[in-house]
């Protein structure tokens, strides 16, 4: 079976939302709930990935991925996003201390990676999905680096005091509000310098030039599509996708329903053609090298075809029918997120 390493998923805010004791047991367990548990990983080929920390609005969230056009969702308060993303933090240890013999693991370096990924284990990196609980003078950055944090979305799809959060909107560009502060320019340089990844997934277009023109490292975009070929306010222009495939960056094919349908419609029928035909958009424009997968487990609706995890294997056997080879669809796969992280934490 094919590895798959994953750009993105939303399974520490799932267990934390279920604020239960039992949660990771549960989870290691086989609970079935969910697009995420281990069994279902490791039945599905899931190698490893980005897990995310989310701090949801106190407005909004309901209608999350259930519209289209959902209605503006409300800043954070940083006090409230500390304390969420500590509890997080909390689970990802358990996570990792608990189930190192059923192959669960903290990556730190591409190193840590292969070698999980040779053994069998599910490789996890720390992501934080939206900086909210970093204060002005980054305090708390180096607190969370310190806990393993190697990774960084700047904002989610809402404003902060670091930049703008682009709205989810269909159809519509991402080009909405104003670019980075002085305080998000400061985060950025900072996450150059620890080597922190930086993730444009939900920042506007103002913000995402701004790091293209600041940011010494490749350009991320862990769990996005082309507007192209579906307008959501999420989906990357071409000229982002070139911008890129220069910086020999990533953008990872995000499963969401909402950014793959292109009749304004949410449906969850989706072909593994719509998928295939994403991704060899993406890869014309921003090249072979440059385009993974990024799943958005746990945190969106899936076409039918995957359900949850245990569907990896029908995607990989979608790319094959789309006629990608099996070097091409090693690429996409793993091989390319490896590379890029190479790059940005300086361990090939």
Not at 9 to 35: C, P
Not at 112 to 126: D, F, K, S, V
């Amino acid at each position: 079976m094919i590895p798959v390493f994953d750009g993105h998923n939303d399974l520490l805010f799932r267990l934390w939302q279920k604020n239960s004791a039992t949660a990771v047991s549960n989870f290691i367990d086989g609970e079935k709930e969910g697009q995420l548990d281990l069994p279902r990983m490791h039945d599905g080929g899931f190698a490893g990935g980005f897990f995310a920390m989310f701090v949801p609005s106190e407005t909004g969230d309901s209608a999350l991925h259930k519209t289209l056009n959902p209605p503006p969702y409300s800043a954070v308060p940083h006090e409230r996003a500390k304390q969420v993303t500590g509890e997080m933090v909390g689970l990802f240890h358990r996570l990792t201390a608990e189930v190192p013999s059923r192959g669960f693991r903290a990556s730190l370096s591409v190193s840590h990676i292969r070698r999980a990924m040779a053994e069998g284990a599910i490789a996890a990196i720390l992501h934080l999905e939206g900086a909210e609980a970093i204060g002005p003078d980054l305090s708390e950055l180096d607190e969370l680096y310190a806990a393993g944090l190697r990774s960084i979305g700047l904002v989610w799809s809402r404003p902060n005091i670091f930049g703008e959060g682009v709205p989810f909107a269909w159809p519509s560009s991402s080009n909405t509000g104003a670019g980075l502060n002085e305080a998000g320019r400061k985060l950025v340089k900072t996450c150059n310098i620890k080597r922190i990844m930086i993730d444009l997934s939900h920042l506007n277009e103002a913000g995402f030039w701004d790091v293209a023109k600041l940011s010494t490292a490749p350009l991320v975009a862990t769990h996005s599509n082309a507007h192209a070929l579906s307008p959501s306010s999420r989906n990357l222009t071409d000229e982002q996708l070139r911008a890129i495939g220069q910086s020999q960056g990533m953008v990872g094919l995000n499963y969401a329903i909402d950014f793959l349908q292109n009749d304004g419609v949410l449906h969850s029928d989706i072909a593994p053609e719509i998928l295939i035909r994403h991704l060899d958009h993406m890869i014309s424009v921003a090249g072979e090298d440059c385009v993974g997968l990024g799943s958005d487990f746990d945190g969106a609706t899936v076409p039918d075809f995957l359900r949850d995890v245990t569907g990896l294997p029908k995607l990989v056997e979608a790319m094959r029918q789309g006629g990608f080879g099996e070097k091409l669809i090693a690429k996409l796969t793993h091989e390319n997120w490896l590379r890029a992280l190479g790059l940005i934490w300086g361990d090939p």
